[in-house]
């Protein structure tokens, strides 16, 4: 078992920036890989970005690239997501997630490919 839990939302105004942090417990961090998810009021859970277990692989949804920067620090059990220039519309829960991938240097990029879930961090852009 991995218990995620997510911190570093808030309120925000347009243009701002925030940094996620999804501290990992529970079994082998190192070994999984990673990603970041949003879901914004009456929208389906969308992938922001993920990261592969050694992070040597990176990947981003069209909608962030170049605003957001997923990261992993295995010695803190601890994925980062960097989000700069904030706009309403990344309005959302967003939640982080991992998936034992030892072995693979593959990015998840969807929601099944993912076994566990944090309890998600509120994130507020106000225009």
């Known amino acids: 078992q991995v218990q995620l839990v997510e911190s570093g939302g808030g309120l925000v105004q347009a243009g701002g920036s925030l940094r996620l942090s999804c501290a990992a417990s529970?079994?082998?961090?190192?070994?999984?890989?990673m990603g970041w998810f949003r879901q914004a009021p009456g929208k389906d859970r969308e992938f922001v970005a993920g990261?592969?277990?050694?992070?040597?692989?990176?990947y981003y949804a069209d909608s962030v690239k170049g605003r957001f920067t997923i990261s992993r620090d295995n010695a803190k059990n601890t994925v980062y997501l960097q989000i700069n220039s904030l706009k309403p519309e990344d309005t959302a829960v967003y939640y982080c997630?991992?998936?034992?991938?030892?072995?693979?240097?593959?990015?998840?990029?969807?929601?099944?490919?993912?076994?566990?879930w944090g309890q998600g961090t509120q994130v507020t852009v106000s225009s």
């Open positions: 990261i592969s277990w050694r992070g040597s692989r990176i």
């Open positions: 997630a991992a998936e034992d991938k030892v072995g693979s240097i593959m990015v998840v990029t969807t929601i099944t490919g993912y076994t566990y």
């Open positions: 529970g079994r082998t961090f190192s070994t999984y890989a």
